[in-house]
């Protein structure tokens, strides 16, 4: 296949690795207009792929199989269709990040549109890039059937497996999310390890307990002690990691919060629920990004 991938951060790269190891054509795509990127990444039993690809080609991209979007979720909506326009209107773009709602404005895309969930882990060390767990990506249909799904699935789960076709992958989307609406807003809070949540067993129930509410309104039901039972066992599985929101916050960059706790809100409303503990969490975490901000905002002026 010819794979464009747009956003080539730690997961980015792991994809461009394993796609090209696999034989296909591929290249990323970066905000910064270069003809080419460098990929550096290393498995943690000590395998290395270390390659320059083209990146940016126009006429790549216009005969691409495949648009692969690895972006923030805030990310997605501009640039994805920006990519469009080029892309041919045949050829499927697949979104992996975390959150829920960029699909919503991506409404005038020609292009099918599948929706992917990942539990592969990868992080910057220095300038490479640790792919430091293998994991299981779900994908499926945004919104409407896809036929050559399944000959996708087969083509990714090649690459980088184990990937899985589900005609409906909301249910999956939805347990993502619930993960994220935990460790996400928490660890940034706290400024601490997955591992570390551990010590609030109070106030992870409580976000379970909202979030399980919400799924069930959605047509996913599932119990808040079988939702708490089976995050807490992720805490425990990346009780090392830090969390990208966390990360995104000691940086001083914009976080996923609008798509993780604030679309869980969103839905709330919709359904007349109430959701206190994770309204407070988004409140918190928006009042962090505001409040630097504030403090980058007279420095921005004065160089101008």
């Not at 599948?114 to 299981?136: F, P, Y």
Request: proline share 5%.
């Amino acid at each position: 296949m010819k794979i464009t991938l747009l956003g080539c951060g730690a997961l980015g790269q792991v994809w461009l690795s394993a796609l090209h190891q696999q034989g296909h054509e591929v290249q990323g795509w970066l905000r910064e207009r270069q003809p080419c990127c460098h990929v550096d990444v290393r498995k943690k039993e000590g395998a290395v792929f270390s390659h320059t690809l083209t990146a940016n080609d126009a006429d790549f991209l216009a005969s691409s199989d495949l648009l692969l979007v690895t972006l923030k979720a805030w990310q997605v909506a501009s640039a994805v269709n920006r990519l469009a326009t080029t892309l041919p209107p045949s050829s499927p773009i697949l979104l992996i990040h975390n959150g829920m709602n960029p699909v919503d404005e991506l409404h005038n895309v020609p292009q099918p549109l599948l929706l992917g969930v990942t539990t592969h882990a990868a992080r910057h060390d220095d300038d490479a890039i640790v792919h430091v767990a293998s994991g299981i990506t779900h994908i499926g249909p945004a919104k409407h059937p896809y036929r050559n799904g399944h000959n996708l699935t087969a083509i990714l789960h090649q690459a980088l497996p184990e990937v899985i076709w589900h005609e409906n992958i909301y249910p999956a989307a939805w347990s993502k999310l619930a993960v994220n609406c935990v460790i996400n807003p928490l660890t940034a809070l706290k400024g601490c390890r997955n591992g570390d949540l551990r010590h609030y067993p109070g106030e992870v129930a409580a976000i379970c307990q909202e979030v399980a509410a919400v799924m069930a309104c959605e047509g996913i039901p599932v119990s808040a002690e079988n939702l708490l039972a089976d995050i807490n066992k992720i805490i425990a599985s990346t009780a090392e990691n830090i969390s990208s929101m966390l990360q995104d916050i000691r940086m001083q960059r914009r976080t996923e919060i609008d798509y993780i706790s604030g679309f869980l809100l969103k839905r709330a409303q919709a359904h007349g629920l109430a959701v206190p503990v994770n309204s407070h969490l988004y409140a918190q975490v928006k009042y962090k990004e505001k409040t630097y901000e504030r403090i980058r905002t007279p420095l921005s002026r004065t160089r101008q």
